[in-house]
């Protein structure tokens, strides 16, 4: 059987995930428990709730495998017009739909597709046309097909109203497009799962190692500093190279076209030895007047914004770490703040940044850019702090352009400016790895997933203190890594 999901979600992304799910299902184990995976699937739920106020009419299918295919039909047949969830299988291929209704003037069948983005997709397009195929075989006559989707612009104030937060577009002409190719896919589809030893090679990979669900078997033999590792490389160009033999970074071509980032990265792949501009970092770090501020945001961001004031998707910050180091060589100052309760955290976040944060010197962070929308947003919510937030970000200094700016190189950065890159490599001591939660999503979700009404006393004590080793760490590696550049 090939499902949706099986299609959609495997045979699109790399017909060799679709196999490998259909065969060697517990080598994917580690992907399927995926926090941003599951929390993706979890925010789409909140919305098809949200989606299913639209029809006061519909009657909700329960159940798995073959049990929601009759309860469709004994649906059907008892009258009913509107139905979610949905279930259509026939010649090997099954899809649920979010919400089928019927249209008395055409007398045909519409499907309605519920997303949690703000925008339509490629792939919305390709999932809602193998749900009309799979409809058709199975004996629906389908008329129309719309994508549901968040409206962006949508500003929270009271209770979630689904008029607004939502926007249905008819997309059939863009479903007609590509029914032959999805068609074509089936077919291909199938046969992957049929295929139970299949040779090397003939099961095609166009993943990137990034994302690759299975990478023992799309990439058994990735060497080190590869070429998907060249700094914003597109996956088809990688890929391309990858094809044709050229595995390694060291191994491009002299005549290959390179950003000057990209450039910068090779040659230090070749030579071994870093790129180290002295000057360009010392004018840099020479513009910083103390007192020094180093600050850092956790956020959690959901599409049904859970507050008032919020859009939908909008960062939210939680979290803050704040280290000051009032003059050089003086003794360094810690401040922090995370929400205890599950609520609107910023007004109380701001109260305590306020308090605690130098009327004067440099803000120091990693990627202005998020920080700064980020106080430009509480600021807009916060009319009383719309000042203070607009001095932060007149002073704010992002300490990752050092990196960005290609003015420090290190071969084992691998082309990326993250701060998890930069700090293992100039300060082997630190490392967020070495932490219970290492990185922004995984501290999003737990922040988030403390206050259920499952977890104890205990485990919500663990998380805090997770949470808050987390944040601290952010910004005491943005310490030490620039008492490192100012020693060069």
């Not at 279930?87 to 519409?110: H, L």
Request: net charge negative.
């Amino acid at each position: 059987m090939l499902t949706k999901s099986d299609y959609t979600h495997r045979y699109l992304e790399c017909p060799m995930h679709l196999w490998v799910w259909k065969h060697k299902q517990e080598e994917m184990h580690h992907h399927s428990q995926n926090p941003s995976l599951l929390w993706r699937f979890e925010e789409g739920n909140m919305v098809d709730v949200i989606a299913r106020e639209l029809f006061p009419d519909g009657v909700m299918i329960h159940g798995h495998g073959g049990d929601v295919q009759k309860q469709t039909q004994d649906q059907i047949k008892a009258g009913a017009t509107t139905i979610f969830q949905a279930a259509a299988v026939a010649d090997r291929i099954m899809a649920i739909a979010d919400i089928i209704r019927f249209n008395p003037e055409t007398k045909k069948w519409d499907i309605f597709e519920v997303k949690s983005s703000t925008e339509e997709k490629k792939e919305h397009i390709y999932d809602v046309c193998f749900q009309r195929i799979a409809f058709r075989k199975a004996g629906f006559d389908i008329g129309r097909v719309h994508l549901i989707c968040v409206n962006g612009d949508y500003l929270r104030a009271g209770a979630i109203d689904p008029q607004a937060f939502l926007i249905t577009k008819d997309i059939t002409e863009d479903v007609d497009e590509v029914e032959e190719i999805v068609e074509a896919d089936i077919t291909k589809a199938l046969a992957i799962i049929d295929n139970a030893n299949p040779k090397a090679g003939e099961i095609a990979c166009t993943c990137v190692p990034k994302e690759c669900m299975c990478i023992g078997r799309c990439y058994p033999d990735l060497p080190d500093h590869s070429v998907f590792e060249l700094t914003r490389i597109g996956g088809p160009k990688a890929q391309k190279l990858y094809a044709s033999g050229v595995r390694l970074i060291l191994d491009l071509p002299e005549d290959y076209k390179l950003t000057t980032a990209q450039a910068c990265q090779v040659q230090v792949a070749r030579s071994g030895t870093p790129i180290v501009e002295k000057d360009k970092i010392a004018e840099a770090l020479s513009k910083l007047e103390y007192p020094l501020s180093f600050l850092d945001y956790e956020t959690f961001a959901c599409a049904v914004p859970m507050f008032d004031g919020l859009h939908p998707h909008q960062a939210m910050p939680f979290q803050y770490s704040l280290h000051v180091l009032p003059a050089p060589g003086a003794e360094l100052e810690h401040h922090e703040f995370l929400a205890r309760n599950l609520g609107n955290t910023i007004p109380e976040l701001a109260e305590s940044l306020r308090a605690n944060l130098p009327d004067k010197g440099t803000v120091i962070v990693w990627y202005k850019g998020f920080e700064m929308a980020r106080n430009k947003e509480m600021g807009a919510l916060l009319p009383a702090f719309a000042t203070f937030f607009e001095s932060l970000n007149k002073r704010t200094f992002d300490l990752m352009e050092i990196f960005s700016h290609q003015h420090y190189v290190h071969p084992d950065f691998c082309g990326s400016c993250s701060i998890k890159k930069v700090l293992p490599v100039l300060v082997p001591a630190l490392s967020h790895k070495n932490l219970t939660i290492h990185e922004g999503m995984a501290a999003s979700l737990s922040w988030y997933r403390m206050f259920g009404h499952e977890k104890s006393a205990k485990e919500r004590d663990e998380t805090w203190g997770n949470l808050i080793e987390y944040c601290e760490l952010d910004t005491f590696a943005m310490v030490e890594i620039f008492r490192y550049l100012m020693k060069l």
